[in-house]
């Protein structure tokens, strides 16, 4: 993520965190772009699905649209429908509610209408395979908690529908994963919409073709819905057999952008690759999961708490300040040595991948006083 990028996305990041402690934030633009509107369309609409999450936020925002002021109230929850911008995916709005949910008042079930998938947010299946796996480690118990593709939507326009359910819990659980495990099976999705149905077949062999270079488990389920506008795509997950999931995945460019058209050869293989480069990559969470991690261990009991991560990606980066600034909760970064056993005449250490680096911290011990006493 760039860091121009990353100038857009920290309002979103702050209100979120900001939402947890309920303390004010007040956002301002970049210096020698005061004269561009810094309230873009989706970031507005995130900012009313915030409020509709909580009770008593005041939001303030100058007559220019360059700075706002947001006020978190109690974070309440329940039910909610919202219809997200065109701009953004479903995965936008979505992703700052997994890090909000469990200190709701009430369970939030949250219906979303919009986009399913696009170039720049996660999709709804990264995020089913990525962050759902993380929020069942922290929360023990999986009752409740569910996330459902009822219709999907690509763009340009649209027409998707995602349910997303999430319980409430006092206190979250304390958390050492420092292993992640060998990689055991490939599985994923391929899916099309108002496309000739042998598209998804013709990425899933392509992207077999690479995987079979490596294991023999590899399996995809082949989704054709009948959306608003044509498209195709695939999202892989990597699970090992320690239970870490690895996710990435890929898509053809959508129409009416003036973009080349993408085969879906194409599509399959780099699916393939970006997830041969996550498994390179490694650590126990995927690039898409680190800051939800993170942010679970600075509000975990007043306990150690440690995770190996892969290399850090920018927003990652980021999102550490934003945890030290916001919690005063700072991470011990060491790096994470690679698995290694001993044979009769010496020692051998496996190459895993990229560096890996292992992060430790206290957490907090943040209880969610909206929610009584079980």
Known sequence: MTASLYVRLSPQTCHMSKSVVREPIKTTPNPGHTDLPYLLEHEASFIRLLDQVSNGSRIEVSETGTAIVYRPGILTGGHIEHTCPLQRSIGYFLEPLFMLGPFCKKPLNVTFKGLTNNEVDPSIDMIQSSLIPVLKKFLVVEEGLSLKINKRGLPPKGGGVVHFTCPVRRNLKAFQWVESGKIKKIRGTTYTSRVAPTVGNRMMEAAKGEFLKYLTDVYFTVDNSKGASPGFGMCCVAESNNGTFLTAEAMSNPAGEGKDTKLPEDVG???????????????????????LVLLYMALAPKDICKVVLGPLTPYTMHFLRHLRDIFQVRFKIDEAKDPSIDTDDEEVTFKTGAGKLLLTCVGTGYSNISKGQT
């Open 269 to 291: 293989r780099e699916a393939a690759w970006r997830m041969l480069e996550e498994i390179c990559r490694g650590g126990c969470v995927d690039s898409l999961s680190q800051p």
